[in-house]
């Protein structure tokens, strides 16, 4: 045990672990793995492209498969992508809907 580190108590596990290593496993369980419609793993900076014909509610316009979605960010839900597309602001798609380029 090293003296100068706090320990605290592990709810999950009923273990005192050290501070440190109960904020990183913590970190970790807050991540949510992302996954296009074909299981790739996607993370901030991606190209997506769309793989149906979606309607964006509220623009008045239809994206079209096939559409290349450049430098999405995730959102912390599984299923949701924040996206930047012209002329369309705060757009979120479904991960779902979208394959990994």
């Not at 050290?18 to 369980?29: C, G, I, M, V, Y």
């Not at 769309?50 to 430098?71: F, H, M, P």
Request: proline share 2%; glycine share 10%; hydrophobic share 40%.
């Amino acid at each position: 045990m090293s003296g100068d580190e706090d320990y605290v108590f592990d709810e999950e596990t009923g273990e005192w672990l050290p501070a440190s290593e109960l904020a990183a496993k913590q970190a970790a369980a807050d991540s949510v793995e992302v996954r296009d419609a074909v299981g790739n793993l996607l993370a901030d900076g991606d190209q997506v492209t769309l793989i149906k014909d979606l309607e964006v509610k509220g623009a008045g316009q239809t994206l079209k498969r096939g559409t290349l979605i450049k430098s999405i960010r995730l959102t912390g839900d599984p299923q949701e992508i924040d996206c930047r597309h012209e002329g369309i602001k705060g757009l979120v798609l479904r991960a779902e809907f979208v394959k990994k380029r």
